[in-house]
């Protein structure tokens, strides 16, 4: 059972805290529609030009709220963002864009740029399944319970008490790998850090879950493919 601690950014199961990402914690209020209202294709993408970020400093940077939220949606358009990339942007809470889209079946891959954030600048989004959009970094998808049960991991956190599960790298487009099940379904492999504490600390091991759909796009949940220690 998975019970909330006192700090928000944090779950505690069985005694073992694992520590979550306040940029992860903020965008899932709004980021998982149960279904999808618009279909997300490469439509969606948008690459914004050179002077963006100075263009919004100076028009947006001290602004909040809805405000800042519209001045950057403002901002977007002016810049050649389609209908649908602002769509997926509002979806977000307005605090990023779909850099690149990749079509994997029925449910999709959208890799995400949040330019606002101070760490964590980059994303993944499993999209046009149901639940509408899963950021593979929202830990309530992802069942870390099963992790009390593989060996190399036990072994780690008896050596590290403090070991706590982070995002992996998502800047790069190799990640997550993805197949079509027998069944028809779909399953994505998404990599995460074993860190010795915190966001800046030693990488322990490498944790990998799948995220599995059924022919309909259904997310159906998550299992623990590999735990992979590292340095040895």
């Known amino acids: 059972m998975i019970n909330n601690t006192n700090d928000p950014h944090k779950l505690e199961i069985g005694g073992i805290v694992f520590v979550l990402l306040i940029c992860s914690i903020a965008s899932a209020q709004s980021i998982n529609p149960e279904s999808p209202t618009t279909r997300f294709d490469s439509t969606a ?19 909040r709220g809805t405000a800042f939220q519209d001045c950057f949606l403002k901002l977007m358009r002016k810049m050649g963002a389609t209908r649908e990339a602002l769509g997926f942007a ?3 809470d307005t605090t990023g864009y779909v850099r690149r889209l990749v079509n994997a079946g ?3 891959i959208a890799y995400v740029c949040y330019p606002f954030r101070a760490n964590e600048n980059y994303g993944v989004t499993l999209v046009n399944g149901r639940p509408g ?17 593989d060996t190399t991991y036990l072994n780690i956190l008896n050596d590290f008490p403090d070991a706590a599960v982070w995002p992996g790298d998502r800047y790069l487009f190799d990640q997550p790998g993805y197949k079509t099940l027998p069944d028809g379904g779909q399953r994505f492999i998404v990599e995460y ?8 600390c ?23 493919v590999s735990v992979t220690r590292l340095g040895q």
Request: glycine share 4%.
């Open 133 to 149: 959009m899963i950021d593979v970094d929202d830990f309530q998808y992802v069942d870390l319970t099963l992790l009390k049960k």
């Open 90 to 92: 509002e979806l977000t």
């Open 202 to 224: 030693a990488n322990l091991a490498a944790v990998s879950f799948a995220f599995d759909f059924d022919s309909a796009g259904n997310f159906i949940g998550t299992r623990l």
């Open 193 to 200: 850090m074993l860190k010795n504490g915190c966001h800046a």
């Open 106 to 108: 029925t449910v999709d």
């Open 45 to 63: 993408v948008w690459h914004p030009p050179a002077d963006f970020r100075k263009a919004f400093d100076s028009r947006c940077d001290t602004l």
